[in-house]
């Protein structure tokens, strides 16, 4: 048996406050791909509760929207846009020096308030 849309959420929410441990650790860009992970994570729970089919093996954000059919407001759509972008760069980086560049605490500390406040709008999505 797959998991349950619960478990997504739950699992959702502890690569969430991982995001926020590596943050604090100044892992930036570690910080963006664990709220890249759980935002995936609450939409394959969501995909799961919506269309009662175990979510496909991808990671990509705007994907998973679309496929459940659903459009976030603006922002939280613009903001998921981009962090689909950043997460190929976070989980396959080139360099690791201009990574550290990229993802300086103001520009992560954003992601991850953004990132937060995303998990929040999909949870009332269920």
Not at 55 to 60: C, E, T, W
Not at 96 to 101: E, G, I, N, P, R
Request: charged share 30%; net charge positive; with cysteine.
């Amino acid at each position: 048996m797959g998991k349950t849309p619960q478990e997504w959420l739950k699992q959702a929410d502890y690569d969430m406050k991982t995001a926020e441990i590596m943050f604090d650790n100044k892992r930036y860009f570690y910080a963006v791909f664990m709220c890249h992970l759980s935002i995936e994570k609450a939409l394959k729970g969501l995909y799961l509760e919506r269309l009662k089919e175990i979510p496909p093996k991808v990671h990509n954000l705007v994907y998973l929207l679309n496929k459940i059919g659903i459009k976030p407001l603006k922002p939280v759509g613009k903001f998921l846009i981009k962090l689909n972008e950043a997460s190929i760069v976070t989980r396959y980086p080139e360099e690791l020096d201009t990574l550290q560049k990229d993802f300086t605490q103001s520009v992560v500390g954003n992601i991850l308030l953004r990132s937060k406040e995303a998990l929040e709008w999909i949870k009332t999505q269920f």
